[in-house]
């Protein structure tokens, strides 16, 4: 009888639950949706509990639709977005607060006080990552900040923080496993990079107690086992844990040093393979932990566009001009060109390499000519930019050209963004027949601990092209699509 990985991609706007075999192949899968909650502008959060519900049902439904047995379940891996912040209580596992997600721009006083401590450096130094309300440490700074009876729990030890996979490994196995991996634990400005530890000179920065963390492990391991579930039997190993863009760069099989992948989801993100070595950037990206397995660990260079498919979803249910955000690509494609209008969607603050956390999305070069085709094109256009300029930063900080560019995620189906991006970059886009290489990434953590895979090697056959995008813009084009982005960036 066949058995399965079972990943869970624990996502921004929903949980979906996938069935793995072993030539990594996709034997179910069922999304279930949550709603995200904005309490002012620039804030944004989500109800645990629905995150928890989501889950649950999307592993129930994908058990169901395939007619699987979960006694067919060989092992769990969960990946997941990054960054969101949960603290709960450890008497029962009930949510303190709603989740603070990654998106959320609350703590940019916050950081702003840090820098002007003169502490950016030493972050910077010791994590890898630059000060920005992105980040999952001063998140929980504000938590505790502003509310002092959230503070008092925290120092009498009865609260756990984690971001989403902790959360989530500690419902799995009934309060067992209060745990995280490395890759997750690398984006909280908690974490010493080359220890991989906490840091508790930057924990007292941040005004946090130690007593609050998960414990680090590597990212394939055993964490714990499943107890107590409606959905699933007690016992099953959870097995493998990645952050979502570590996840994919992993199922994008980038095991070698100078392999890059993009992901396009509600926001972009670009992260190449940097080896067994952190590179620190000089030209504002992410140094972060990719993946530990065993005593082996492999770091990556990042670069994030917060807004990218979020921007397209503002166009469907904000402005009302399509029914699918699939639409957009007709839409787009029925116009030769934007028209010069200039789109930067920078709809919760710029991300790399600008880090401007204040800026918001700006509309550039309407004329009584703009329609809502122009508007469609030049959103796919801004969101191509920014990858853009994520690639030009990352080929500056390594010395050397992408040296390849694999895409994923639900907009690498979008033939017309691959297009733009393979004319701006000047670089073949290269998109995989499977574009859920997040779950596959988390999917393939967990396979290896358990055996369900004996080794790399047993992966890299399954990997599978699905279309190679090369470039095609003309020079002058593409001159005049920078010239007139970058005069808008730098206004913002």
């Excluded at 450096?121 to 959230?150: A, N, Q």
């Excluded at 994008?252 to 670009?270: I, N, R, S, V, W």
């Excluded at 509309?363 to 009584?368: A, K, L, N, Q, S």
Aim: net charge negative; aromatic share 6%; proline share 5%.
């Amino acid at each position: 009888m066949s058995r399965y990985i079972l990943a869970i991609d624990q996502g921004t706007t929903g949980t979906t639950a996938l069935l793995i075999d072993h030539a990594l192949n996709v034997r179910g899968k069922t999304t279930v949706d949550f709603p995200q909650h904005y309490p002012q502008p620039g804030w944004v959060e989500h109800d645990p509990e629905e995150i928890w519900f989501s889950a649950t049902q999307a592993i129930r439904r994908v058990l169901q639709n395939t007619t699987t047995g979960p006694d067919r379940i060989a092992a769990i891996g969960i990946t997941n977005q990054r960054e969101t912040t949960l603290l709960w209580e450890r008497a029962n596992g009930r949510p303190v607060h709603n989740a603070i997600v990654w998106q959320c721009r609350r703590s940019a006083d916050i950081c702003r006080e840090l820098k002007e401590r003169g502490l950016e450096s030493r972050f910077r130094e010791k994590t890898g990552l630059v000060l920005d309300p992105y980040f999952s440490g001063t998140k929980l700074t504000w938590l505790l900040r502003r509310h002092p009876e959230i503070k008092k729990q925290a120092e009498a030890g009865q609260l756990a923080f984690g971001t989403v996979d902790s959360f989530l490994v500690w419902r799995l196995t009934g309060g067992a496993s209060h745990v995280t991996d490395v890759s997750n634990a690398s984006r909280t400005l908690m974490m010493d990079l080359r220890r991989l530890a906490w840091d508790d000179e930057l924990l007292g920065h941040l005004e946090v107690p130690a007593t609050l963390l998960p414990e680090i492990r590597p990212s394939a391991t055993l964490y714990g086992h499943t107890l107590g579930l409606e959905a699933l039997p007690d016992g099953i190993p959870i097995a493998g844990m990645a952050g979502d863009q570590q996840a994919a760069l992993f199922g994008q099989l980038c095991f070698e040093p100078g392999d890059a992948k993009c992901t396009y989801g509600t926001g972009a993100f670009l992260l190449e393979n940097t080896g067994d070595q952190p590179v620190a950037s000089r030209n504002g990206l992410l140094s972060t932990v990719a993946w530990q397995i065993g005593e082996q660990v492999s770091y990556a260079l990042e670069g994030s566009a917060f807004i990218a498919g979020a921007a397209v979803q503002w166009l469907r249910d904000g402005l009302g001009l399509f029914q699918s955000s699939a639409d957009i690509e007709a839409l787009a494609a029925s116009v030769p060109d934007s028209g010069e209008l200039v789109f930067v969607p920078a709809l919760t603050g710029l991300g790399a390499p600008h880090w401007k956390s204040d800026a918001r999305g700006a509309i550039h070069g309407i004329t009584r000519g703009t329609t809502a085709a122009h508007l469609a094109r030049a959103t796919l256009e801004g969101i191509a930019l920014q990858i853009h300029d994520l690639a030009r930063a990352m080929s500056d900080d390594l010395g050397h050209p992408l040296r390849n560019f694999k895409v994923d995620g639900g907009a690498a189906n979008n033939n017309l963004l691959m297009q733009l991006q393979a004319d701006l970059i000047e670089t073949p886009v290269i998109r995989p027949k499977m574009v859920e290489t997040t779950a596959l990434g988390a999917a393939m953590l967990a396979g290896l601990t358990v055996g369900f895979w004996p080794g790399l090697d047993a992966l890299k056959n399954s990997w599978q092209e699905d279309r190679r995008f090369l470039p095609a813009m003309t020079d002058q084009n593409r001159k005049g699509l920078l010239e007139r982005w970058n005069k808008v960036i730098r206004s913002l």
